[in-house]
């Protein structure tokens, strides 16, 4: 029996609320996602601040806080080849087999229909109020940006000191 199943593409630094929004849209779609997380070879940076192991945690946290079933989620890392024209079979390639795309990327959408797959929208969140760039903006001005993440990914955060890392490498910019 073949599983009804949707593949997820994003950084995800940090998981927040419209990622979270988009997991559930998907899960009311399909039987199981596969969520795959992005960049990972990339850390500690300003446009990729968390490692590949702490935004696992964070998506974890994030999905079970919502009681979302762990056995209807597969989550991979994978790493940047920057060629995007092998990109979609690079990322295949760490994947279990997947029914459908879900993307509201502009060129991950090209792409994955370029290889011939079924991609859709991840559904009827706000990306203006959901962005990583503008929460990292937010983290680092030290303005409010907890409401725009799950408790759980505020948590996780807190716990790795990330609000101080983030701060401290844009210091290092100056």
Known sequence: MTRERGLFVGRFNPFHKGHLKAVQH????????????GSTQQSHTVSDPFTAGERLLMIRAAITEVDIQLERVYMVTIPDIHRNSVWVSHLCSYCPPFTRVYTNNSLTRRLFMEA?????????????????????????EGTEWHHMVPRAVWDVIESIDGLNRLQDIIHELD
């Open 26 to 37: 998907i899960l009311e779609q399909e039987e199981e996602i596969i969520i795959a997380i």
């Open 116 to 140: 011939g797959m079924e991609v859709r929208p991840t559904g009827p969140f706000n990306r203006v109020d959901y962005k990583g760039a503008q929460i990292r903006k937010h983290m680092v």
